[in-house]
């Protein structure tokens, strides 16, 4: 599974509805059930966003569908951002098996006792 944060601004109506149910993020999400996706975690925030939400999901799919439903129940705008494993920047792009060159496993015709050289 991969993980996604999901960056959440609240709507007029996401106001609105917030403003009548202050537990209304964790109440909506808590029976939402996306096959091939699940919420980890979830963090009101200060600054240009209202939410973060921290989703692991089996693709980009799932995810959507968890962004649609999420924001259509709670009333938040959401921005969703793939995540990358800062330890896999620092190694490059998994190595294609293509590139790699074949070891065409010769064995050499001599022994050590009459190498090259012993002509």
């Given at each position: 599974?991969?993980?996604?944060?999901?960056?959440?601004?609240?709507?007029?109506?996401?106001?609105?509805?917030?403003?009548?149910?202050?537990?209304?993020?964790?109440?909506?999400?808590?029976?939402?059930?996306?096959?091939?996706?699940?919420?980890?975690?979830?963090?009101?925030?200060?600054?240009?966003?209202?939410?973060?939400?921290?989703?692991?999901?089996?693709?980009?799919?799932?995810?959507?569908?968890?962004?649609?439903?999420?924001?259509?129940?709670?009333?938040?705008?959401?921005?969703?951002?793939?995540?990358?494993?800062?330890?896999?920047m620092g190694d490059g792009p998994p190595k294609d098996p293509f590139d790699e060159a074949e070891s065409v496993g010769l064995t050499p015709d001599f022994t050590s006792e009459s190498g090259p050289g012993d002509e």
């Open positions: 599974m991969s993980l996604y944060f999901l960056l959440g601004s609240l709507t007029h109506d996401g106001q609105r509805m917030l403003h009548g149910n202050k537990n209304l993020i964790g109440d909506r999400t808590r029976d939402l059930k996306v096959p091939g996706a699940e919420i980890l975690g979830q963090y009101a925030v200060l600054g240009r966003y209202d939410f973060v939400i921290m989703a692991e999901a089996d693709d980009n799919d799932a995810v959507a569908r968890l962004s649609l439903e999420l924001g259509m129940m709670t009333g938040l705008h959401l921005e969703t951002l793939p995540a990358i494993p800062i330890g896999f």
